[in-house]
């Protein structure tokens, strides 16, 4: 299980911080990811990380404003946003994959499990 937190509503410029912890698989066998879903939109990818944390992948529209991080001993995984923008806002979701080839980190379907979502709403 997966349980996402710290979405809200937010203006222009601002931060949010999301975590997602997981339950009931050995969390540091599986990397983790970020994907976002807008209304009448495909989920798209937002941030991945490798299973050991070394490793980290970014959407173009994101790198240098989003950082995912993982605490393996916490069973969590985290999205640092700033820089918000209102094209940011969708529902939110973790995701959590057995090791993944490069190629695959992008891609929602090689993930096995999924969080319920959180929303992020930036206001202009």
């Known amino acids: 299980q997966l349980v996402e937190s710290g979405g809200g509503l937010v203006q222009t410029g601002d931060s949010l911080w999301l975590s997602c912890t997981a339950s009931g698989l050995t969390f540091d066998a599986y990397a983790m990811g970020w994907f976002h879903q807008a209304p009448g939109k495909e989920r798209e990818f937002v941030a991945a990380?490798?299973?050991?944390?070394?490793?980290?992948y970014y959407a173009d529209s994101v790198k240098g404003r989003f950082t995912i991080a993982r605490d393996n001993a916490e069973n969590t995984v985290y999205l640092q946003m700033n820089s918000l923008k209102p094209e940011d806002t969708a529902v939110y979701y973790c995701?959590?994959?057995?090791?993944?080839?490069?190629?695959?980190?992008?891609?929602?379907?090689?993930?096995?499990?999924w969080g319920q979502g959180t929303q992020v709403t930036v206001s202009s």
């Open positions: 990380i490798s299973s050991n944390g070394l490793n980290s």
């Open positions: 995701a959590a994959a057995r090791p993944l080839s490069y190629s695959d980190y992008t891609r929602a379907r090689p993930y096995e499990y």
